[in-house]
Each structure stands twice: as C-alpha cells, then as structure tokens.
C-alpha cells in the first residue's frame, strides 16, 4: 500500500526522505491500515459492512482487525449502533504528529538563518528506523568536508546529534543500538569515546544537565560538533540541531556564542 502525496509531505517538506520500499514491511498492518484510513476519509461513525466495503475487504476479516483496534484504544465501537469511530489513541497519535512536523517544519524553514548566525555549516537529524537521521544540511560559506547527505545515519556515541538523542529519546529506541556501539567500541582507541555502561550512563546525564552535546573528530577525523535538543510542544524530542566545523574555526565550548545560538533557535 503506497502512501499518498499528501499523508508525506510534512516529512517531504522537512527534508526527511519516504521510500517506496516494500522490503521489510509487514503485510497484515499495510492491510488493517486501509481499515483506519477508510474510517477517516468517511468522516463519521461507521457500521461494520459499510466500513468494510470502503476499505474493499470482507466483513469477518474487517471484525478481526477493528477488534483488535478496538482493544488498542485505536478505535472505538458506539454500544448503542455498533458503529466505529476513532479512539482515543488515534487522537492523541494525531495531535501529537501534529506537534511533531510543525516544530520540524518551523526548524527547517530558520536553518539557514541558524546557519548564517553562526557562520558555520548547520544539520538538523531525526529519528528513524536505526537511529538518528539528517533530514537537512545548510552548508557554510566555509568549507567543510562531510562525508554526510541527507539520509545518513549518526552513531548514538561518537556523533554530537546521536548524544542527543541518546539523552532525550526513549530509552526504548536506543537500547539496542547502544549496546551494539558499545560492543564496537571496545576494540577503538578513541580518547573520550564512551567504552562501558557507566559511560554511557555519565554522558547523559551531561548531555541532560547541558542541553547539549559535543564531539571533536570521534565521528569524522578534521570535524568538531555541537548539538542541541529541539523539543516539540508535547515535550517530546523532535529533532537535533548541530553546528559543524574545523577544529580551531568553530566554537564548541559549553556556554560560547555557538552554543547560545542553539539554545536561542531550540527556544
């Protein structure tokens, strides 16, 4: 099932790419979400059989699936009519979407301006499957190597948007990943790169503590980092913004103008 220009273009619109890539997906959930969509376009409450036939599937498969939904909180059934309606989840699924692309959407409007405050070269990443992800680059006036597009994938330790992630995301999300890198980071001789639990568990509470997260060239040899947390207004992490640059022409110092900036755009 191919999602519609409209549903993806506040990702589109914020740099974050949508792939028509059908591998890894799971058949049964592109199937119950024509169900959810179906109930949407309607517009109202609807019976069984005329649900349904909307979403073009059989009414005892159809019952299997909003009974599920049902369980779920996605939707609800009136006790008096029997139709369905959505539930609460999707509601606050919905909302909190909303909050999310628009605090997105104002960030990657302004990155430039960041960008040209700082006079340095600005990315803003996001999550997605397996980790944080730059969704737009605003490249200096200074020549920086990166060897980053739109699309790369950041390391949660050695890179200054995954700090910030690593302190502000779920747990939930970055478990995994975590313990991956720590595995990897054993056999590096990295100065400062965190190589037990305890370090990982002492960064975030920095990163936390500062709102920010810094690296020098543990992710790129020749490049330094700093990253802020930009929050949506549920008071969920929605994106990192990182200013980077050469050693020596960029300041990553904890309370000097760069990262000031970030705490002033953040805001």
């Known amino acids: 099932m191919k999602l519609r220009d409209a549903e993806t273009l506040p990702l589109r619109r914020a740099g974050v790419k949508v ?15 024509g169900l ?6 309607a517009g ?3 019976p069984l059989g005329a649900l349904a036939r909307l979403a073009g599937m059989a009414p005892p498969k159809a019952h299997r699936y909003l009974a599920s939904y049902v369980e779920s909180g996605l939707v ?18 919905g909302l909190t979407a909303i909050d999310r692309y628009h605090a997105l959407a104002n960030a990657v409007e302004r990155l430039d301006e960041f960008r040209d405050k700082i006079e340095q070269t600005a990315l803003l990443a996001v999550w997605a499957e397996g980790g944080p992800v730059v969704a737009r680059i605003a490249l200096s006036r200074q020549p920086v190597t990166l060897a980053v597009r739109p699309g790369t994938t950041f390391p949660l330790l050695t890179s200054a948007s995954g700090r910030v992630f690593l302190a502000f995301a779920e747990p939930r999300l970055t478990s995994t990943l975590v313990e991956r890198e720590l595995a990897h980071a054993a056999s590096l001789a990295a100065p400062g790169l965190p190589k037990t639990r305890a370090d990982v568990d002492a960064l975030i509470a920095e990163v936390r503590e500062r709102s920010l997260a810094r690296v020098s060239q543990t992710f790129l040899i020749g490049v330094e980092a700093i990253a802020g947390p930009i929050f949506g207004p549920d008071g969920r992490l929605a994106a990192a913004l990182t200013a980077v640059g050469h050693p020596g022409n960029i300041d990553i110092t904890w309370d000097g103008p760069t990262a000031r900036e970030i705490a002033t755009f953040a805001r």
């Open 19 to 33: 792939s028509g890539d059908r591998r890894g997906r799971v058949q049964s959930v592109e199937v119950g979400v």
């Open 36 to 41: 959810l969509r179906a109930l949407i376009e």
């Open 44 to 46: 109202e409450p609807q």
């Open 76 to 93: 609800v059934q009136s006790e008096r009519s029997g139709a369905y309606d959505l539930g609460p989840l999707a509601v606050r699924m």
